[in-house]
């Protein structure tokens, strides 16, 4: 111990993908969006009259039956008992939760399905294998320490059926939930397709947070390393053996109680404490950290600490300034955030619209109504 007593909203589509199909494989007991994609039938408009006696609600042109609730509530049941967990009891608050859960994804895969049509969205199965076999390699394929062979596609898929086997899921249950994720990906790309940021946009975005962009000043500050101990005649015993070309970072993982020492001892200590520098020693240390040539090993030093043999394994490093990073430098950088916050912006108005289109056309079976929040108009991402 060395130191004084004083001393980007990321883009939408980024977030679907790998990502989202991991979750389906370590599955989150409730629901994590495995059912089968449906596509959607008809176009009407305005609100449905009635809901047929085997449906649980109709959404526009579509209808989603109890076949596809109970379907899904199985593979949710599934889930649980992969992973040894009791499944809710019916009638318990949490059980209503993943029911209302599931009524609440069926309809917006429903609403997402009829919207991909409209707008000549389409996810073919090539694209859904495509994406699978990434994940497969992404996760299963790499070996488990550095430079391991990579292993085969045998080898691959044999891990991947063990995972799906362990989490209660199919083949087909990551697929049709990979390709509700490409639907996603298309259809926010296809409605952001336009949105741009413009040099003056960004420029302003600079102006209005130039602290943002300030490096302050800086300490004057020195890499340094040491070996600490509780005793002189043991670091004159560490001193000695150094000036005899003594391995620095072998003697400072054997002597030296700092907990540096797995490092090598190294350190960049400062005149002063920082942010972005730390580390201010006690005066002793610092007095002769300071003063050493550079590659120079100090005799033993003492502090309250204890005993340290001291080595600048750099030149000093003067104090700097506070500065403004100018625009240029971080102008691209600046453009790339604002536009992925404003296609962020822009995905999450068209769904707002479409839930309040779609809510204005959509009737639940008696018992199926989803809770007043869970049909509010929300954004994602």
């Known amino acids: 111990m060395l130191c004084s007593k004083h001393a980007k909203q990321p883009d939408v589509w980024a977030l679907l993908g790998s990502s989202y199909v ?7 007991p409730i629901l994590a969006l495995v059912a089968a994609f449906a596509a959607a039938c008809g176009g009407g408009s305005g609100a449905p009259k009635s809901v047929p006696s085997d449906a649980v609600a109709v959404v526009g042109g579509d209808t989603i039956t109890k076949n596809e609730f109970n379907s ?9 008992t ?5 499944f809710p009891k019916a009638g318990t608050q949490t059980y209503g939760a993943v029911r209302a859960q599931i009524i609440q994804y069926l309809v917006e895969r429903s609403e ?11 996810v073919s199965d090539k694209d859904v294998e495509t994406r699978l076999d990434q994940i497969k390699q992404q996760y299963f394929g790499s070996g488990t320490t550095p430079g391991q062979k990579p292993k085969s596609k045998a ?8 995972q ?53 000043a800086q300490p004057a500050s020195r890499d340094v390393r040491h070996i600490l101990v509780k005793t002189q005649a043991l670091a004159l015993t560490v001193y000695h053996k150094l000036k005899a070309g003594g391995d620095f970072s072998k003697l400072a993982l054997k002597y030296s109680t700092d907990s540096s020492k797995t490092s090598g001892g190294r350190l960049t200590v400062c005149k002063q404490k920082t942010v972005s520098c730390p580390l201010k020693t006690v005066a002793p240390f610092e007095n002769v950290a300071f003063s050493l040539k550079t590659n120079e090993i100090s005799k033993p030093v003492h502090t309250q600490f204890g005993w340290h043999v001291i080595q600048a394994v750099g030149p000093v490093n003067p104090p ?10 971080v102008k691209a950088a600046i453009k790339q955030q604002q536009l992925q916050q404003k296609k962020q912006d822009a995905y ?34």
């Open 22 to 28: 991991m979750k389906l494989l370590r599955l989150v």
């Open 72 to 80: 899904t509530l199985d593979q949710a049941k599934r889930s649980y």
């Open 82 to 86: 992969a992973q040894g967990k009791a």
């Open 112 to 122: 997402y399905a009829q919207k991909a049509k409209d707008l000549g969205v389409k």
């Open 155 to 162: 080898q691959v898929e044999k891990l991947y059926k063990q």
């Open 164 to 216: 799906l086997k362990a989490q209660g899921l199919t083949d087909k249950d990551v697929k049709d939930g990979i390709r509700a994720q490409l639907v996603q990906q298309k259809i926010s790309e296809k409605v952001t397709k336009d949105v741009s940021v413009s040099d003056s946009d960004a420029k302003k975005y600079y102006d209005d947070h130039k602290s943002q962009y300030e490096q302050p």
């Open 320 to 329: 700097r300034k506070a500065t403004t990073i100018p625009f240029d430098q």
């Open 348 to 381: 999450n108005k068209w769904w707002n619209d479409t839930k309040s289109e779609f809510a204005k056309k959509t009737k639940y079976q008696v018992g199926y109504e989803p809770p007043a929040s869970a049909t509010q108009t929300t954004t994602t991402g």
